[in-house]
């Protein structure tokens, strides 16, 4: 037997999301029948509203609801440090460690030419102005382990090679092919702490 259309399209949307299958889909649906009306309007509220009041940092590229981000905002940072992420997911995952008060540039992906991702499709023309305009003395590459993250990491620590800035990378503690957010906190943070020097 079928569900009727509606509830259908509601399974439908939830199988949109990542790791969410049929029978999650279907408990999630169901769930939400048994909401009260307030809370399924505050849910759908908050979809509709993420695309016009969620938006990227004018400077930092990560997650904002105003043109700068609050970590662009904290005077509290060290100033001369920058964390070089693959995405805006990853600079929440080094926040939770709570430990490297630094700032941040997401660069919105990582070269690969055979998903025709190129350099200049990048934020990296700003990440080296970044470092220019605001006196950066070190640079940490924390990507992804793996063919484009070490490409990225190696046309970023070419592009800066005849800089004064220091160029570190997380420890390859870090297992290569494996996705920053799937590592525990203390992997990251060991990572982090015992970063090589690369240039």
Known sequence: MNYPQHFQNLIDCFKLLPGVGNKTAERYAFALLNLEQDSIKQISDTILNIKNKITTCSKCGCLTDTNKCLICDDESRKKDILCVV??????????????????YHVLGGLISPIEGINPEDLSIDKLINRIKKENIKEVILALNPGIEGNTTSLYITKLLENSDVKITQIAQGVPIGTDMEYLDTLTLEMAFENRNRVS
């Open 86 to 103: 693959e995405n805006q997911k990853n600079v929440f995952i080094f926040e939770k460690l709570g430990v490297f008060k630094v700032k």
